[in-house]
């Protein structure tokens, strides 16, 4: 018996909640024996888009949500005030919505200009209208947001995600010049990367691609994440069996 367990990127609270986000998942999506696809970086499907609607075809392909109808419409430039904009960390990235009985997903246009953090928001999106009339996630309907994050992993996109969760840039104006960060939907870099640990325990993925495919500074928390997965949760499908929902209930 080890004397110290492996310990996640992530708090063990997190950690465990991630585990009942994936266990409510499976149960409300009923698609146990749905095998996902491991979505990464460079996939021929995505790589060859060239415009917004192209690369959403491939993300809704791959989510496996092709006949699922649902309209889409760029946005030069979201409106923070605009009651349909939500905002997904420091920023409007897209939005899902219903109206007239039609869903609708909006995207800005200016994230044409990296094609693999749009497939992620594209993914996020998807996973909203997933998940409609679903009810509430494991913490109640506050973490409806966080849950949607991990719904992106959950169905193969979750290194997208967390490639896509921080970004930064350098910017140059006259003599000064520096860096800024912004980030992007609900769960940090490091949760993501335990949800695409869980992912791959759940549909037996080795994750050597994956690491690979994760920005340098994250290859790392991946190891960490698969490593207290695999010894927390060696059956990570029976472990996902066994939680009891209710527990995670708060009427």
Known sequence: MRLFAP???????????LVACFAWLRAVLD??????SFVLPGDPAIATAKTGPELFAAVRDLVGMAEWPCRL?????????????????????GTFSVENGEAVIRYDAAMLRDPDALAATFAHELCHYLLLGRG??????????????????????????????????????????GWRA????????QALVTAVAMF???HGYPVDEAEEALKPYLR??????RKAVDYSHPDFAAALDAVDLSQWRFD
């Not at 310990?7 to 909640?17: H, I, L, Q, Y």
């Not at 698609?31 to 996902?36: L, T």
Request: glycine share 10%; hydrophobic share 35%.
């Open 7 to 17: 310990k996640p990127p992530v708090d063990r609270d997190e950690f465990e909640w």
């Open 31 to 36: 698609d146990r024996h749905v095998r996902p």
């Open 73 to 93: 419409e760029r946005v030069e430039e979201f409106d923070a005030g605009d009651v349909r904009i939500v905002q997904e960390g420091s920023g409007a990235c």
């Open 136 to 177: 509430d996630p494991p913490g109640g309907p506050d973490l409806m947001e966080h849950a949607t994050d991990c719904a992106a992993a959950y169905v193969g996109f979750g290194v997208f995600q967390a490639n896509a969760a921080r970004h930064f840039e350098q910017w140059q104006d006259g003599t000064w010049a």
């Open 182 to 189: 912004s980030t992007a939907g609900y769960l940090s870099e």
């Open 200 to 202: 791959a325990a759940l």
């Open 220 to 225: 790392g928390d991946l190891r960490k994440a």
